[in-house]
């Protein structure tokens, strides 16, 4: 591994509270993820009584949820005082199995004691709006907003997970899209331009309240997007131009996976494919 210690900010970071990680291979990336988020959580808990985690969809996400399942220290957290969020969904029928919530489920939430009225899985749309998107996003900003306190529209967020797409989407804001100037906290997306075309999405305001972001990104195939987002963030001194072929070649500042900030703290998780060689 290379960079500062996982999940903790860079000592004398370009650009104050962004670091990244860069692990030898997937496997060691998604290890480190695991025992961080579970590290995470229960110090959250420790802090404030509960915790919140924002969870992502995508293939590395799922294998980082499968290895939390089989962690030894998994009860370190008390998962019955845990808070789930979803940071988008693809606008499916309950149950089908390219639902960021069926994902979730299945390689790890179902495993978990945790308190079913603190899952917020977004809506399907076969759910009480049915296929209205623009409805559904509403009703989960309303339960979002009834989760949150006086001053605010959103509960904290101790831990983001965000996967990082190969034209460097993040959630289900797509570069280029009108979603990424969505200023209310849940979007509706139509027109995304990977499948399914519907979909529902933290926006990027949204995203920005969570205490600690996390990007996770594994393989060459997102090297492009994440040389390009970390050089907006400051986090490294690659040129905007080597872009991989086929992955996003516009400029960086429309690059979602660019522009996501924590409050506290935003950390890139990658393994060495994802990161191309520096200058
Ligand atoms: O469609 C989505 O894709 C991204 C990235 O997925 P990956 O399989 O390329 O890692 C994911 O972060 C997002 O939640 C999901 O809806």
Do not use: C
């Not at 900003?141 to 001053?151: E, F, I, K, R, S």
């Not at 872009?243 to 950390?267: E, K, Q």
């Not at 890139?268 to 494919?273: G, N, S, V």
């Amino acid at each position: 591994m290379s960079g500062p210690e996982p999940g903790r900010p860079a000592p004398g970071g370009a650009t104050a509270g962004v670091s990244r990680s860069v692990f030898r291979d997937r496997d060691e990336l998604v290890r480190v993820v695991a025992a961080r988020l579970v590290e995470a959580l229960a110090g959250a808990q420790a802090a404030h009584g509960s915790a919140s985690v924002v969870l992502t969809g995508g293939r590395v996400a799922a294998d980082v949820y499968r290895t939390v399942r089989e962690r030894t220290d998994r009860d370190s957290v008390d998962w019955s005082r845990v808070d789930v969020w979803w940071g988008d969904e693809r606008f499916l029928p309950a149950g089908h199995p390219d639902r960021n919530e069926t994902q979730a489920r299945a390689a790890l939430l179902d495993a978990l004691p945790l308190d079913p009225a603190r899952v917020h899985p977004m809506p399907a749309d076969d759910g009480p709006d049915g296929a209205d998107p623009q409805a559904a996003a509403q009703r989960y900003a309303q339960a979002l907003a009834g989760a949150a306190g006086p001053d605010g529209d959103l509960p904290r967020f101790d831990v983001l997970l965000l996967g990082v797409g190969e034209d460097g989407h993040v959630a289900s804001v797509f570069p280029g899209h009108p979603v990424t100037g969505a200023t209310e906290p849940v979007a509706a997306v139509r027109d995304s331009p990977k499948p399914p075309p519907v979909r529902i999405t933290l926006t990027l305001p949204a995203i920005g309240t969570a205490g600690e972001v996390w990007l996770v990104a594994a393989g060459a195939d997102k090297a492009g997007a994440v040389r390009l987002a970390l050089t907006e963030a400051g986090a490294d001194a690659v040129s905007a131009d080597a872009a991989a072929p086929g992955a996003w070649t516009g400029t960086a500042g429309a690059l979602p996976a660019a522009v996501v900030r924590g409050v506290d703290h935003t950390h890139w998780f990658l393994d060495r494919e994802a990161v191309p060689p520096g200058p």
